[in-house]
């Protein structure tokens, strides 16, 4: 299917929008070629190409809403979605946090697309999986891995004249890498905008770097040590407090940012104060789009966490009328201020630590502490002296980021970190953080 250029996005969204009689309508139009190569066993066993666009109507009357979907668009079509659509939404029940249209606004792109984004064909992905498994093959280890990239576009339109449009480009890759007899495991995840930033087989080293190492992993008895977090490690856990960062949650109680006797902890130091943490859509390393689809509002430059203080809280419309505070679009990315250093240099200045490279099966203990359980897996190492001595056997911990972000020592160098399962694009730095809870052994490698 054709992805659609601006004129084209706009003159449909402007015929769905004649095309209703309702008090007011909103059209997103979103559409992608997905590519991907997946491999296990050091063979290709899948490759593909997805494309597709979809067209969202979703029209009001008075408070009642309805939506309707549809991936084709010739009149006939689009008539019968938006038809749709006002059928639904005369059969639904007000809506009590029912919020009206945006007014017309202004967004000022981002440069979510790169000229280079041209690069993502087959033969590309095909020599992605080929420097991988050549890699792992000459070390007589085994690879699995999976690459995906995207290009697109994204529009809003809504009966206001709110109408915004933009390209966006992107790459994901991971790998686990292990010995033939299972005993050593290591993993990589690379995240880019430009294909010609990433580099599949140097990024596949790393992988096998630790596999390598983590053969004869030794017992560690579980207890409280200082820990160098890998930016993935640590960007998992910092998702589900980030999650938290809701006004709403906190005003009602259902988050470590409530306040006992009511209200929120915005404006409050709860974090050490090098912990500086912003959104910004326009951010060179991880750009997003600039406004939020679902409220089609502006995004903004943010502070969410300044010198460890509660900066802001996100309030929908809804929550901010209701509250009388001001609202905020949704936040597509987060950058977490770091220094220069590589995790190499934070090993190298750690006397006794943990190298910990993933985290994993993260569960959620207690929201009003951000309390997580989760393991550690794919390559985690004894530091001893600044030099990592020894492989070890993987960890179950019992953790909080709140705590984490307290008992920092140092910060590294941001690493962009991908979008898989999180609302976010993250810009995350290595860290050394003491006291990190580690409360029983795990066999899992």
Not at 78 to 97: C, D, M, S, W
Not at 280 to 290: G, I, S, T
Not at 382 to 400: A, L, M, T, W
Request: proline share 4%.
């Amino acid at each position: 299917m054709k992805l659609l250029n601006q004129d084209e996005a706009r003159r449909i969204s402007d015929k769905v929008m004649a095309l209703t009689k309702a008090d007011e309508c909103r059209v997103t139009i979103s559409g992608a070629r997905k590519g991907n190569v997946r491999y296990a066993r050091n063979s290709v066993s899948t490759a593909g190409l997805v494309e597709d666009t979809q067209l969202a109507v979703s029209v009001a009357f008075g408070k009642r809403q309805g939506t309707a979907q549809v991936n084709e668009f010739d009149d006939n079509s689009l008539e019968k979605a938006v038809r749709r659509a006002e059928e639904t939404a005369r059969l639904a029940p007000e809506n009590p946090e029912f919020m009206p249209a945006m007014a017309k606004q202004a967004f000022r792109p981002s440069a979510t697309m790169h000229p280079n984004a041209k690069a993502f064909t087959p033969e590309y992905r095909a020599e992605v999986a080929f420097q991988s498994i050549d890699a792992a093959r000459k070390k007589g280890l085994v690879a699995a891995g999976f690459f995906a990239d995207s290009t697109g576009f994204e529009c809003i339109a809504n009966s206001n004249g709110v109408f915004g449009y933009q390209e966006l480009a992107s790459l994901n890759f991971t790998v686990t890498t292990r010995t033939e007899d299972g005993r050593g495991s290591g993993w990589v995840n690379r995240a880019a905008y430009d294909p010609k930033q990433f580099d599949a087989r140097a990024a596949s080293e790393i992988a096998i770097e630790k596999a390598l190492r983590s053969v004869e992993a030794k017992a560690l008895e579980p207890g409280r040590y200082t820990v160098v977090l890998e930016p993935s490690a640590s960007s998992d856990l910092l998702n589900f407090m980030f999650n938290a960062f809701d006004a709403r949650q906190a005003d009602e109680g259902r988050s470590f940012l409530a306040r006992k006797g009511g209200g929120n902890r915005l404006g409050e130091r709860l974090f050490d104060g090098k912990v500086n943490v912003w959104a910004d859509p326009w951010d060179a390393n991880a750009p997003v789009l600039p406004w939020e689809q679902q409220s089609m509002m502006a995004r903004q430059k943010t502070d969410l966490i300044r010198n460890g203080q509660v900066a802001s809280l996100d309030y929908d419309r809804y929550w901010a009328q209701k509250t009388g505070k001001q609202a905020s679009a949704d936040h597509g990315n987060l950058i977490m201020a770091g220094g220069s250093k590589s995790t190499e240099q934070l090993i190298a200045e750690t006397k006794k630590g943990i190298l910990v490279t993933r985290t994993w099966y993260i569960r959620m203990v207690d929201p009003q502490s951000v309390l997580l359980t989760g393991l550690t897996r794919d390559g985690t190492f004894y530091i001893e002296n600044g030099q990592v001595k020894h492989p070890i056997k993987n960890f179950r911990f019992n953790e909080s980021p709140v705590v984490m972000l307290n008992n920092i020592d140092e910060l590294g160098k941001p690493m962009l970190i991908g979008d898989a399962g999180s609302r976010f694009r993250m810009m995350i730095p290595a860290m050394r953080v003491r006291d990190f809870n580690f409360t029983s052994l795990s066999d899992a490698v």
